[in-house]
């Protein structure tokens, strides 16, 4: 049986990642691809000649763009994910969880706005949700998801129009 003393020496400490940041050419566009058109609540913005950011509060975690100095490359490849067959590019990725009553409206407003996608519309995946893989200005693959109440009857997606700017197409 341990003792306080051991106890407390092999207590982990309490720790959470709280920021991550990443770099991009225009704060402006990834405002308008991460507010405007999935509708994550922004946080602070500034986009002036010296300085340019972009913050998205999560449950106490911080999701920050910075404009970089120099024009960065913009990847073409889709990334890795275990969510779907595909993608190629072995980096960082990230999934935005959007309510299913809302889910919907985000893949029109994307398909309207000619944002890139894995495929023409959303996809039944791992037998439990709804995901639609996009990329974001910077190329950034970002799997939107929606988890329903209950599993469809049909495991084709029954809305949007099919995007012309899917990798398939």
């Not at 595909?86 to 960082?92: A, K, Q, S, V």
Request: negative net charge; contains cysteine; charged residues 30%.
């Amino acid at each position: 049986m341990e003792n306080a003393e051991e106890k407390k020496a092999t207590r982990k400490p309490d720790i959470n990642i709280r920021f991550i940041f990443n770099m991009c050419n225009d704060v402006q566009s990834m405002r308008h691809f991460y507010t405007d058109l999935i509708g994550l609540k922004q946080g602070s913005f500034r986009n002036e000649k010296k300085w340019g950011w972009l913050v998205y509060k999560s449950e106490g975690f911080e999701m920050m763009f910075f404009r970089a100095d120099k024009k960065l490359p913009v990847l073409e490849e889709w990334t890795v994910q275990p969510g779907y067959e595909g993608g190629t590019l072995e980096m960082t990725s990230w999934g935005i969880h959007i309510p299913e009553e809302m889910f919907a409206g985000v893949v029109d407003r994307l398909n309207s706005a000619d944002v890139r996608t894995f495929k023409d519309k959303p996809e039944w995946r791992q037998d439990s949700y709804w995901g639609f893989s996009v990329m974001d200005p910077m190329g950034n693959t970002v799997e939107l998801y929606t988890q329903p109440k209950e599993k469809p009857a049909s495991t084709e997606w029954p809305g949007t129009q099919p995007s012309p700017t899917a990798a398939g197409k």
